[in-house]
Nanobody
Framework: QLQLVESGGGLVQPGGSLRLSCAAS????????IGWFRQAPGKEREGLSCISWRGGSTNYADSVKGRFTISRDNAKNTVYLQMNSLKPEDTAVYYC?????????????????WGQGTQVTVSS
């Protein structure tokens, strides 16, 4: 399994922005599709976005489309999630996950390696 580490979470006001990072240690990410997920208290883990191994294909959940952007820098072994126009309902723990395939999947169970998560709180 890959070791993935998320960073960049924190407290932000509504309408603000954050950029989350997902970095891998001891493995290169460029052979994996990477997804971002989130889980709010009392709710199911929700898939937000995914990027294929070269970044040529991305997808987004309706809840974040137009506000969040996923990207990757394989030279830095890092995947990013730029989050703009944040809302209180975006408050959750955010996770990145790797799928041992070049391409994304809509199925959470298709992702075999997960990070520990980073807390994002949107509040005034």
């Amino acid at each position: 399994q890959l070791q993935l580490v998320e960073s960049g979470g924190g407290l932000v006001q509504p309408g603000g922005s954050l950029r989350l990072s997902c970095a891998a240690s001891r493995f290169t990410l460029n052979a994996y599709a990477i997804g971002w997920f989130r889980q709010a208290p009392g709710k199911e883990r929700e898939g937000l976005s995914c990027i294929s191994w070269r970044g040529g294909s991305t997808n987004y959940a309706d809840s974040v489309k137009g506000r969040f952007t996923i990207s990757r820098d394989n030279a830095k072994n890092t995947v990013y999630l730029q989050m703009n126009s944040l809302k209180p309902e975006d408050t959750a723990v955010y996770y990145c996950a790797a799928r041992e395939s070049s391409y994304c999947s809509a199925t959470r169970s298709a992702f075999g390696s997960w990070g520990q998560g980073t807390q994002v709180t949107v509040s005034s």
